[in-house]
Nanobody, 122 residues
């Protein structure tokens, strides 16, 4: 089992920045691909960004490329999402997830956190 806890969400104005964190415990963190997903009210959960076990490869949703940066620190069992130039359409509950392969669909991830809310006002 892997336990995941997100933090760092909040209410910000458009153009601001936030840094989300995901703290992991349980099995060896560096064994897992990590990813961020988000879900807005009335919408399906969608892939935002992912990173391989040692950070060699990353993947991003097109609409966040150049604004969001995913990173991880295996020594701290932590993953991060730096979000810059936030837009109202980024408003959602953000979830971290752990899996074995870097893919953009939910079924590739076995473990999920409870989410942290990000609200961007215009």
């Amino acid at each position: 089992q892997v336990q995941l806890v997100e933090s760092g969400g909040g209410l910000v104005q458009a153009g601001a920045s936030l840094r989300l964190s995901c703290a992991a415990s349980g099995r060896t963190f560096s064994n897992y691909v990590m990813a961020w997903f988000r879900q807005a009210p009335g919408k399906e959960r969608e892939f935002v960004a992912g990173i391989t076990q040692f950070g060699a490869s990353t993947s991003y949703k097109d609409s966040v490329k150049g604004r969001f940066t995913i990173s991880r620190d295996n020594a701290k069992n932590a993953m991060y999402l730096q979000m810059n130039s936030l837009k109202p359409e980024d408003t959602a509950n953000y979830y971290c997830a752990a899996g074995r392969i870097l893919i953009t669909t939910m079924n590739g991830y076995n473990y999920w956190g409870q989410g942290t809310q990000v609200t961007v006002s215009s």
